[in-house]
């Protein structure tokens, strides 16, 4: 399995794979550069969010001034951190990073990596 990590990244980015048929996971549009410049919940033969992402310093400090504006907002309460990147898009730019199927993987819970690497059924609390 290769590794997906790098030691130096200069722009910011979230990890992508392909969908062959329909996903309800988070769909990228991006322009000619790569830049992600639209997300529709759900698709079909569609790049889509997936595993990890990176954020520059400028990034991270854009990011920071959304979340302090919005942070204590009855309607922030249940997001997920890409709710709000999604309502920003045009402030936050960040390029969709293609990944091959089976390259990188996602968990949302202690039971996916369970199920993915049995080690964490006994070594885990």
Not at 64 to 77: F, L
Not at 102 to 118: A, C, M, T, V
């Amino acid at each position: 399995m290769e590794n997906p990590f790098e030691q130096e990244v200069e722009e910011s980015y979230y990890a992508a794979v392909f969908s062959e048929g329909k996903t309800d996971e988070w769909c990228l549009q991006t322009d000619d550069e790569g830049k992600i410049t639209g997300i529709t919940i759900g698709g079909c033969n569609q790049w889509y969010m997936m595993g990890h992402a990176f954020w520059s310093i400028d990034f991270s400090r854009k990011f920071i001034t959304i979340i302090e504006k919005v942070y204590g907002e009855e309607s922030t309460k249940n997001k997920l951190w890409e709710h709000i990147y999604m309502e920003n898009l045009p402030q936050l730019k960040m390029k969709m990073r293609r990944y091959p199927r089976n390259q990188i993987y996602e968990f949302d819970s202690l039971e996916d990596l369970k199920r993915f690497d049995r080690k964490y059924q006994y070594y885990s609390i």
